[in-house]
Each structure stands twice: as C-alpha cells, then as structure tokens.
C-alpha cells in the first residue's frame, strides 16, 4: 500500500464507484443495483449543482468514495450538502483516508457556496461519531423518516 490522494470523481469512475457502495450498502441491508447506481453517479458526476463524488486512490486503485447530494435547503437558507455515504475499503481503514475524504468534502462543499453539510449515523453506528466530531458536526436531536413509492 503507497499513499493515497483524494480527487472529485468523473464519468469514468463512476462504475467502480457503484461497485463499492453497493457494497457498503449491502452492510447496512439495502440492497442496490450497481446498474442503477452508476446512473445516478454519473449524473452527480456531470452536474456540481446535483452534488459530487469524492474519491480516495491508491495509485490507480479506487480505495474510498464519499458520495455528496446538494438540495436547496428552506432551514438553512441556502444549498446544502447532503453527504449519504462514506466508505473506505477495509483493507485501507485506520490510516487517515476517511478523515481526508471527509476534508475533502468539506472544502470542496465551502468552494462551491454550499452553507452546511448533513448527515445521518445509523442509532447503532457508535464507532464513527468520533471521526465526525472531530471535523465539527454536531449530532441533531431528530429522527428520521421515510415514505417510499413502489417502483
Ligand atoms: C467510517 C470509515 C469510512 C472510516 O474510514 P477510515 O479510513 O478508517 O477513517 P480514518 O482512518 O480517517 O479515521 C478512523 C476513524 O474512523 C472511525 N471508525 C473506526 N472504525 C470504524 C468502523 N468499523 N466503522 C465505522 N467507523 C469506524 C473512528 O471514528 C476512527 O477514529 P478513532 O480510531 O479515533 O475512534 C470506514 O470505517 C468505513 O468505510 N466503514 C464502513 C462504512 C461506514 O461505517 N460509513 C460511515 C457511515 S455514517
């Protein structure tokens, strides 16, 4: 393992992007189609104003994602940055990447005029509220709902 760099992803990285996160939402029991999903990267990939993809690499093996969707926000005014995954591959983890990537994000987002950056942490998820704390999120006394349509 060399070092790693961290670079917003563009089309062609979208697939392996998929790849990954379907994986990780795979842990979290959400089952995703890596087709359906590369679609929606690539979209996010094409347009900065729907969000952006975050990548860690090393050399040029994909090693981390952060996957960022912005919505207008009515309570804060202005474009929010809704960060939905992050993941780091686990042969990579404990070695800094997930804080970049994180960092990364969060400069990226202030660059492009976004006023903050959401979260959720699932209520069992203990083991990360440190790496989030530690670049300033605060937890908000919410819960969070869902009303899905068939597809
Ligand atoms: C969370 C995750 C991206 C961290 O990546 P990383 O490269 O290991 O992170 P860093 O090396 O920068 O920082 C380590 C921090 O990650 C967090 N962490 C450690 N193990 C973890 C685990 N098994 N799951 C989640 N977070 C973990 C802790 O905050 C740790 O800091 P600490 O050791 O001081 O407590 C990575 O563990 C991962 O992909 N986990 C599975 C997906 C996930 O939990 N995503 C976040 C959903 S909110």
Redesign the pocket.
């Known amino acids: 393992m060399g070092t790693f760099s961290t670079a917003l992803a563009t089309a062609s990285d979208c697939r392996e992007c998929a790849r990954l996160l379907v994986y ?1 939402l795979g ?1 979290h029991g959400v089952e995703a189609s890596t087709e359906r999903l590369a679609r929606v990267l690539e979209d996010v990939a094409a347009d900065i104003a729907r969000g952006f993809l975050m990548l860690a690499r090393d050399g040029g093996r994909i090693v ?1 994602v952060a996957y960022v969707a912005t919505i207008l926000s009515a309570e804060h005014c202005g474009p929010v940055a809704w960060l939905e ?6 042969d ?10 994180v960092t990364a994000v969060l400069e990226k987002a202030q660059k492009a005029g976004i006023v903050a950056v959401d ?4 209520l069992d ?1 203990n ?6 704390e ?1 670049l300033g999120f605060r937890r908000l006394e919410r819960s969070r709902w869902v009303r899905e349509f068939t597809k």
Do not use: K
């Not at 995954?85 to 686990?90: A, D, G, K, S």
């Not at 083991?127 to 989030?132: C, D, F, W």
């Open positions: 990780q842990e981390g995954e992050l993941y780091v591959t686990p990579y983890r404990h070695r800094g990447i997930g804080t970049a990537l979260l959720e942490i699932d998820h083991r990360v509220i440190s790496l989030y530690r």
